[in-house]
C-alpha cells in the first residue's frame, strides 16, 4: 500500500470525524447524516489530486460543515 500524503491523511481525518459525528445524531436519522457525507466526499473526488489549493479549501469547508451539524440542536439533515 502506497503512503499517503499528509492531505490525503487530513481528508481521511475529517471523514472519520464526520462518521463519528453521525453517531451522536437519533438512530432514526443516523442514515440520513452518513448518507449525506458520503455524498460530499463522492462529489468532490473528481477534483484534480495536484489542486492543492482546492483541496485544502475544500478541508476547511468541510471541518466548518462539521461544526455546525455536530450541534445537539440539528437532528436530521435533508441533502
Known sequence: M???SGLQ???LV???RCLRACRAKPADTRSN???FARREFEKN???NKKDF???EFM???GTRQL???EAPGVTNIAG
Open 45 to 47: 473526488m473528481a477534483l
Open 53 to 55: 489549493s482546492t483541496i
Open 59 to 61: 478541508l476547511r469547508k
Open 2 to 4: 502506497p503512503r499517503l
Open 67 to 69: 461544526e455546525i451539524y
Open 33 to 35: 447524516f452518513q448518507a
Open 9 to 11: 491523511k487530513d481528508v
Open 14 to 16: 475529517l471523514y472519520r
